[in-house]
């Protein structure tokens, strides 16, 4: 069956240092996948996209990487701050959006 | 306005009565999603439309579900007989092309449904 699969544990990290999410699928061939961050009581907010012939993304402090061998997206934050705190949801095409149930992220000061 | 709008920001209903959701996406986007939050969890796909094609209504749980939308804009997402599970964020996104063009999706802040 059809699976998209996030870290269900929250990440709890400190400021500074670097916070790593993961997105792993099953029996999907996107073409292409797509981070969004969500905060309490708010609807997702679009982060980054990154296509099936690209390896890596960045965007100021966050990076993505897609790796279609193992069905894997990695999300990476650097230096992280405490307004990082959210959580982070991965969505990959697959006829239509389909999301993952998200990672809790929380930077401690 | 700019964004996706959607109303009822909240709405209390009493089991077994039907209840209408609206969502007005962004003007000119042609997709409009429908997906259901339940506390803690992840999105669940209900509907997608996509301008004048058939939507993709694999998502909806049940028949007591529907949705529409009316001149490829405004839509109504109906659920009939309410249930207490039925209880959620209801949220709806529109984009400017189809899901396969990879364009963003913006999502509206959600109408918050509680059954008792």
């Known amino acids: 069956s059809q699976k998209i699969e996030q870290n269900s544990e929250a990440l709890n990290i400190q400021e500074g240092k670097t916070a790593t999410l993961t997105c792993n699928y099953t029996n999907y061939s996107p073409a292409y996948l797509q981070w969004y961050r969500q905060d309490p009581g708010r609807g997702p907010v679009f982060l980054l996209l990154i296509r099936e012939n690209e390896k890596e993304k960045r965007k100021e402090r966050l990076k993505v990487t897609f790796d279609t061998t193992l069905k894997q997206s990695l999300f990476h934050i650097t230096a992280s701050q405490p307004a990082d705190s959210a959580t982070y949801l991965c969505a990959l095409e697959g006829g239509k959006l389909i999301f993952g149930q998200g990672t809790e992220l929380s930077v401690k000061p | 306005g700019a964004g996706v709008s959607q109303s009822p920001s909240n709405k209390v209903t009493e089991k077994g009565k039907d209840v209408e959701l609206r969502c007005d996406p962004i003007s000119g986007h042609t997709a409009l999603y429908w997906y259901r939050q339940s506390l803690g969890q992840g999105l669940e796909f209900l509907i997608y439309?996509?301008?004048?094609?058939?939507?993709?209504k694999s998502g909806l749980p049940s028949d007591r579900f529907s949705a529409e939308r009316t001149g490829g804009s405004v839509s109504t997402l109906t659920i009939q007989r309410t249930q207490q599970e039925d209880s959620a964020v209801y949220l709806c996104a529109s984009s400017l092309t189809d899901s396969a063009s990879g364009n963003t999706i913006y999502f509206g802040e959600g109408s918050w449904l509680t059954v008792v």
């Open positions: 439309f996509q301008g004048n094609s058939a939507p993709d």
